[in-house]
């Protein structure tokens, strides 16, 4: 039933309350200090690495994945774990190579960086840039996937629903990073129990379809009832390959999916951005560790919903409109749970989301104040102001995603969708940082090339199928037939579009410094990138389950 009972909605308040008090107070005693711009958007030194790596999840974990990610999981298994997997090892390179790199050159937002590396006119254009971007796409998805989950389990209308989540994100973040960070905390907390309860009820539902009891036997009979679903590396003829080509997740183009996403986007890095070298790498390393569960939480629950489904325990409740819909798979798993349990769930969804909500809205302000109002409208603006314009956007950038996000049309869109809708712009981006971070040539004209050429270029190779025979790139791995058509898989097209935007900014890089253009390269020295023996401990052991994990489900 789509509904809450009194219990269930107890267990809410009492979350909500947790949340809401404990920020408060967090707000309350840093509201005795003289809260300057760097302190309000950065909570510049205060958080430490548990707060740091518990809300890089409690952003990175969204409606996207919960909803997402499980359908993914009930439609092609844990092949879509990659996701996660991959990204504990790219939280590492990031901790190891990235943030040292901003740290030492005082970098505290994306667009900064790109200022001081290549020019204010490269940096004003991808503020701007990103500001639409977290807004339209990023800001009113989340919101709006947030919602329809939430809306689907309580039975409350849609809107009601995009409305007080987005209330409630107001309230989180307009009390700063430090509240954001220390509130993610709680966050996390919930969205893993209440996570855990879904899967542990999964489970237990498998276990008992079979005559059995117990979470471990359930996935036990799991893996074996649904073998098909368990295996990381699709093979050409795998239907799914179109959204996981093989190889690539491991030594493709899903490098540019993660290290664009944990190491060149402000929503994530700047949990990092105001804390000391030793502090960010640790709470990196938390998440990565935090990041090696999540598939248990967001993966497991839509493999248990297949077999279920398959075993026809459950199937009118996965059709809409008559279509089989996998993004169904989580929803209707949480209406089977009992009272009070529910509750929790609900709670935890609901942190997944408003975590997600307010950490994109502090970017948002971060970058609006900081890198445009602040340079193109007010260059001596107080410090007080500059943290009143901050939650000023703070509150229009979630109205404004009130409104955009019913017109968007992604009810049927997904995890993978969105992945590949992003994944238009990574490949650019990604080259523009790693290039301005290690080579000192890089131009403003080939990070330019590389921003606006990488989209282009993405969306010809979109198209390119629709005009040209690719059936040749087929033997390679490069092209599977979709609907009588050879299309490149995404992952792969980002990972050309990557190759070509730096083969491109070498080409302009060295032409244009041949021709006497001085280049301004960072503050770099080979002992910054030197990790302290506990990280590097810590490190080995989060690879070395990586590799044991796909060693046993490969």
């Known amino acids: 039933?789509?509904?809450?009972?009194?219990?269930?909605?107890?267990?809410?308040?009492?979350?909500?309350?947790?949340?809401?008090?404990?920020?408060?107070?967090?707000?309350?005693?840093?509201?005795?200090?003289?809260?300057?711009?760097?302190?309000?958007?950065?909570?510049?030194?205060?958080?430490?690495?548990?707060?740091?790596?518990?809300?890089?999840?409690?952003?990175?974990?969204?409606?996207?994945?919960?909803?997402?990610?499980?359908?993914?999981?009930?439609q092609m298994g844990l092949a879509i774990a990659t996701y996660e997997w991959m990204a504990a090892f790219t939280l590492i390179i990031v901790a190891v190579f990235f943030i040292p790199v901003y740290l030492k050159n005082k970098i505290f937002t994306m667009p900064q960086f790109l200022g001081q590396r290549y020019n204010e006119t490269v940096a004003m254009i991808m503020a701007v840039f990103w500001l639409l971007l977290y807004i339209v796409v990023n800001l009113s998805s989340i919101l709006f996937l947030g919602a329809l989950a939430v809306s689907s389990i309580s039975g409350i209308d849609f809107t009601v629903c995009m409305i007080g989540l987005a209330i409630f994100a107001i309230i989180?973040?307009?009390?700063?990073?430090?509240?954001?960070?220390?509130?993610?905390?709680?966050?996390?907390?919930?969205?893993?129990?209440?996570?855990?309860?879904?899967?542990?009820?999964?489970?237990?539902?498998?276990?008992?379809?079979?005559?059995?009891?117990?979470?471990?036997?359930?996935?036990?009979?799991?893996?074996?009832?649904?073998?098909?679903?368990?295996?990381?590396?699709?093979t050409k003829d795998n239907p799914n390959y179109i959204d996981l080509p093989g190889l690539s997740v491991l030594i493709?183009?899903?490098?540019?999916?993660?290290?664009?996403?944990?190491?060149?986007?402000?929503?994530?890095?700047?949990?990092?951005?105001?804390?000391?070298?030793?502090?960010?790498?640790?709470?990196?390393?938390?998440?990565?560790?935090?990041?090696l569960f999540m598939p248990l939480i967001v993966v497991v629950p839509g493999i248990a919903a297949y077999l279920l489904y398959k075993e026809d325990v459950f199937s009118g409740e996965m059709f809409v409109d008559g279509k089989l819909m996998a993004d169904r798979a989580y929803p209707v798993l949480l209406n089977l749970l009992p009272t009070g349990l529910k509750g929790l769930s609900f709670a935890a969804l609901t942190a997944a989301v408003v975590a997600s909500l307010a950490g994109k809205a502090n970017s948002i302000a971060?970058?609006?104040?900081?890198?445009?109002?602040?340079?193109?409208?007010?260059?001596?603006?107080?410090?007080?102001?500059?943290?009143?314009?901050?939650?000023?956007?703070?509150?229009?950038?979630?109205?404004?995603?009130?409104?955009?996000?019913?017109?968007?049309?992604?009810?049927?869109?997904?995890?993978q969708y969105i992945q590949e809708y992003t994944g238009f712009v990574s490949p650019g981006i990604f080259a523009m940082f790693v290039l301005g971070f290690f080579w000192k040539k890089t131009t403003s004209n080939a990070a330019l090339f590389a921003t606006i050429g990488g989209f282009i270029l993405s969306v010809i190779f979109k198209v390119l199928p629709n005009f040209v025979d690719l059936e040749f790139l087929y033997q390679f791995g490069f092209a599977v037939p979709v609907n009588g058509v050879f299309e490149i898989p995404f992952i792969d097209r980002m990972g050309f579009v990557f190759v070509i935007c730096v083969i491109g900014m070498a080409i302009i890089s060295i032409y244009e410094t041949n021709r006497g253009l001085v280049t301004k390269g960072l503050e770099i020295d080979s002992s910054m990138f030197k990790p302290d023996p506990k990280f590097t401990v810590g490190a080995l052991l989060v690879i070395g389950i990586i590799v044991a994990l796909y060693s046993v489900y490969w």
């Open 1 to 74: 039933m789509n509904s809450l009972a009194l219990e269930d909605y107890l267990v809410f308040l009492v979350y909500f309350l947790f949340v809401a008090l404990y920020g408060f107070w967090i707000y309350q005693k840093k509201k005795s200090k003289v809260a300057d711009s760097k302190d309000y958007f950065l909570a510049e030194g205060s958080l430490t690495w548990w707060a740091i790596g518990a809300s890089l999840i409690a952003s990175n974990i969204s409606a996207e994945q919960f909803i997402g990610m499980s359908g993914s999981g009930f």
């Open 172 to 234: 989180i973040t307009l009390g700063g990073m430090k509240v954001i960070g220390y509130t993610d905390v709680i966050q996390v907390f919930f969205l893993i129990l209440g996570g855990l309860a879904t899967t542990y009820l999964a489970l237990e539902l498998v276990a008992s379809h079979y005559g059995e009891t117990g979470v471990v036997k359930g996935f036990s009979l799991l893996t074996t009832q649904a073998n098909e679903h368990f295996h990381m590396i699709f």
């Open 366 to 415: 971060t970058i609006f104040a900081l890198d445009i109002y602040k340079k193109a409208f007010k260059k001596d603006v107080s410090e007080k102001s500059l943290v009143k314009v901050g939650k000023i956007v703070i509150v229009v950038s979630l109205l404004l995603a009130v409104v955009i996000s019913p017109f968007l049309g992604i009810e049927k869109g997904g995890f």
């Open 252 to 291: 493709g183009g899903m490098w540019i999916v993660n290290l664009s996403y944990w190491g060149c986007n402000q929503y994530i890095t700047q949990r990092a951005l105001g804390a000391d070298l030793k502090t960010a790498r640790a709470g990196l390393l938390f998440a990565a560790v935090l990041k």
